[in-house]
């Protein structure tokens, strides 16, 4: 199979942006992508661009084009991918695949989201689209909302602790206090977290990533082309898989289904194993989630993850660093970018460019991110070497 | 390069469906492919999926595994593409893609929009999404708004009349009149046209397409995996291309660039002139739209469209057979939904099983789908041999 790598990266800082609209963040993203690249606008052949809901939070759908023009891309092909909270994530898949397929040779794969002056209506209420509008939606429930039900579902079945999951969200706001990027740059303990105001039991504000403003882009080129680039990161596997967007249909409400049918593509494609992964980037929209995540990824076992936090694992100098930068608790999730946000830090990861929050011997990363309370996972493999 | 196929299509009824809602119309569209192609669900590889703006229209984003979900096809990967009124035409490229990149074999493409049961807001409004939000949207401007400025731009440069307008829509009306997937399935008069409702000058009530509800399905097929199907379409060129959103940031009011780009790398991927094309589907959204779209596609010379729709060449038996199932105008225009429902249209004139509505000989076709006032636009070329 061809060879694609990533050989730029750009992210504006992630923050309540008020002073910025959309189009300038995503223009500020794919400027420092062109930069930290070393080319031209003028070479880029396509864009796509992840984005939850716009039309909702600033009433513009048709980003793309958007995009394109006010980064003076013009005419090239231009589209937006959805999958709620796995938008760019999807993104750059089908930038990818836009190289495999030999259509293009050197592409943007961008994500953006502003969520903070949303008119008319609660970014939360927004946000429930990406759930079932019939079954969830419409009775009143909210992301915490369906989250807490999977978290009492985790506890209940495997013990998993309330500390445990509170070491999640201190694991990465550890991380994240060394993030200049970072919306909340600052280290936060064991206990406030159990002392953070409930939202929704067992979640407390402390588990739940914030909302933000914010956009991140890469850049793709194939083989070919990416020998004109220094310090390529190649990709080495993308999975992606589907799940029913209401809970009540799912087979489990311990496991993301979705998240191990396409890490077992991207392992697959890959030619590599759990073990084989460095460090992760992972979808912490909720604390739980990361513990669903390292569980359905293999890094241990079903019902092990809270255990596999508490004793450090994941941690920047633990066995399996993961959310190394900050994760979305920290760094903050604005729902559209959050995709390419996470491979544009394993890229920074696996380039050995992090400064104070560089894991030193990194080579292989893996990202996962997910839409809603689960119905799409993408995961994304990337070596420095392949 | 490798050769692609459309194996299957599926289309509901175009029309207000106060009584399914949009994952009623997705399935039963994707139901119509599937046993159009003879195949069972389990085959599907991958789905992807055009819509426009669902979260506004009935608060439901991450249609992409909702409707993977709905037909049973869990858990395949699924993607949401939008770019306004060319979304489908999108996700059918991209799904040409993922074929051509060798990572799927037999994928959906669908397209589907519920537009009529629309809250707090007017359709027309949450329309405004795929225009410019902080330059166009924000000041009261509509879309017939934005394309009665086109109409002047034209009438005035060329000399288009009213009247060469009208005839636009009696020609898509008199092929929609035979077409049972029709929303307004009658013929109807110039002199109508001239006194129906003005809705902005010069645009009047029967040079609008209608507000619909419907879904569209292609299934594409590898070359190899064509060969178990009965009569293959095959994809001879794609083009996309972009604009700015913004009227007044255009270089010409009178043509649509997007539209040429596109076109141009379409016909140069098929290696094929205008002349080769026997029957063309174009987004005749307002009726100066398709007039562009003759020009810009170059059946004939900038400013002569008007003329060569006065003359019959657009008709079923003319020249040029253009919109020969009925077009947005009577076919209905689902936003997400038109582009695949073009193609499916394509393929059932170009397997020659179209009935009344049958362009006979028609060989080689060509679906123009374009995303608001031009700022996207997609051209597919498809022939029964390649």
Redesign the interface.
């Known amino acids: 199979?061809k060879r694609v790598a990533v050989v730029g990266i750009g992210q504006t800082k992630f923050s309540e942006h008020w002073d910025k609209?959309l189009?300038d963040l995503s223009t500020e993203a794919g400027s420092l992508a062109l930069q930290d690249a070393g080319i031209e606008g003028k070479e880029i052949q396509a864009?796509f661009i992840g984005n939850?809901?716009a039309?909702?939070f600033?009433?513009?759908?048709?980003l793309?084009?958007?995009a394109?023009?006010q980064s003076g891309?013009?005419?090239?092909?231009?589209?937006?991918?959805?999958?709620?909270c796995a938008s760019s994530a999807?993104a750059f898949?089908?930038a990818y695949?836009?190289i495999?397929?030999?259509?293009h040779d050197i592409v943007v794969a961008a994500g953006a989201e502003k969520m903070n002056d949303i008119k008319?209506e609660s970014a939360s209420a927004?946000l429930?689209?990406?759930?079932?509008?019939?079954w969830e939606?419409?009775i009143g429930l909210t992301f915490v909302g369906l989250y807490a039900l999977l978290t009492k579902s985790h506890m209940k079945n495997y013990g998993t602790t309330r500390e445990q999951l509170a070491m999640v969200s201190v694991n990465n706001h550890r991380n994240g206090a060394l993030n200049e990027k970072a919306q909340f740059p600052a280290e936060i303990t064991i206990e406030q977290v159990l002392k953070s105001p409930m939202i929704a039991d067992p979640l407390r504000l402390l588990d739940c990533s914030p909302i933000t403003d914010g956009a991140a882009v890469t850049i793709l080129a194939s083989e070919e082309a990416a020998k004109n680039f220094e310090r390529p990161v190649w990709i080495a596997g993308s999975g992606?898989?589907?799940?029913?967007?209401a809970l009540h249909?799912r087979k489990s409400l311990t496991e993301m289904?979705?998240t191990k049918?396409?890490a077992k593509a991207a392992y697959g494609q890959a030619g590599l194993r759990q073990g084989d992964i460095d460090i992760a980037e992972v979808h912490d929209c909720f604390s739980i989630n990361e513990i669903f995540a390292i569980e359905d990824l293999g890094f241990c076992k079903k019902g092990e993850g809270g255990k596999f936090v508490e004793d450090g694992k994941i941690a920047r100098g633990g066995e399996k660093p993961v959310n190394t930068t900050g994760g979305l608790k920290s760094i903050g999730h604005p729902v559209g970018a959050t995709g390419v946000r996470q491979i544009a830090d394993l890229v920074k990861q696996l380039r050995g460019e992090y400064g104070k929050l560089q894991v030193n011997g990194a080579r292989t990363g893996l990202a996962l991110n997910v839409?809603?309370s689960g119905?799409?996972a993408a995961v994304h493999i990337l070596r420095s070497e392949l």
Chains 1, 2 share one sequence.
């Open positions: 199979m609209s189009r864009l939850m809901s039309g909702r600033i009433g513009q759908e048709h793309s084009s958007l394109t023009d891309l013009l005419p090239i092909p231009a589209t937006r991918c959805e999958a709620a999807l898949r089908q695949h836009s495999l397929s030999g259509q008319g927004a429930m689209g990406a759930a079932d509008q019939e939606s419409a992606q898989a589907s799940d029913t967007l249909d289904l979705a049918v396409a839409g809603g119905a799409t």
